[in-house]
T-cell receptor, first 112, second 112 residues
């Protein structure tokens, strides 16, 4: 079982719709969770982090965490064509050497 | 202003010729990471540091080494690059509160 799993997609949504991206993780000791956006050929750009169960909102983005189900998601409201990218979920154990482990990413395509 | 700076952005090296990639940070964070990312794959953790304490992943090839002479700088040495080592190499830093994990712009390595 992979430590962090994401559906590779592509996830296609029309402009203005809500895009929902999902991520599951295997290590129950994980404490911090990150969502990154990565455009082709570029480095990952941090969008949000979350460490408490529930929702966290920042502009058009909402991260949701459910530690009991080992599940974290990212909602993008009012999706724009510029949101088309690969979205990477990353998980950090928060103790010891604090490995930051990534999923393979979900490719999002927002059509005009 | 860039907080994690990688040099060079693009590196072309000959098969078997040693190469060094560099990373510097202005954030004074304790934890630094080196990742390798190949096309359409997740970033793969090679090394990580907590201050000068060093940990390499079990599957990091012996061909790869890393140095961190001080908090601000970190280096990735590839002793004898092979064609399979062509990739984007990403440096990242993690903040004390585990809420900030920023990447540099990456170094794209080509092996000819």
């Amino acid at each position: 079982q992979k430590e962090v799993e994401q559906n590779s997609g592509p996830l296609s949504v029309p402009e203005g719709a809500i895009a929902s991206l999902n991520c599951t993780y295997s290590d129950r000791g994980s404490q911090s969770f990150f969502w990154y956006r990565q455009y082709s050929g570029k480095s990952p750009e941090l969008i949000m982090f979350i460490y408490s169960n529930g929702d966290k909102e920042d502009g058009r983005f909402t991260a949701q965490l459910n530690k009991a189900s080992q599940y974290v998601s990212l909602l993008i409201r009012d999706s724009q064509p510029s949101d088309s990218a690969t979205y990477l979920c990353a998980v950090n154990r928060g103790t010891g050497f604090q490995k930051l482990v990534f999923g393979t990413g979900t490719r999002l395509l927002v059509s005009p | 202003d860039a907080m994690v700076i990688q040099n060079p952005r693009y590196q072309v090296t000959q098969f078997g010729k040693p190469v060094t990639l560099s990373c510097s940070q202005t954030l004074n964070h304790n934890v630094m990471y080196w990742y390798q990312q190949k096309s359409s794959q997740a970033p793969k953790l090679l090394f990580h540091y907590y201050d000068k304490d060093f940990n390499n992943e079990a599957d990091t090839p012996d061909n790869f080494q890393s140095r961190r002479p001080n908090t601000s700088f970190c280096f990735l040495d590839i002793r004898s690059p092979g064609l399979g080592d062509a990739a984007m190499y990403l440096c990242a830093v993690l903040g004390v509160m585990n809420t900030e994990a920023f990447f540099g712009q990456g170094t794209r390595l080509t092996v000819v």
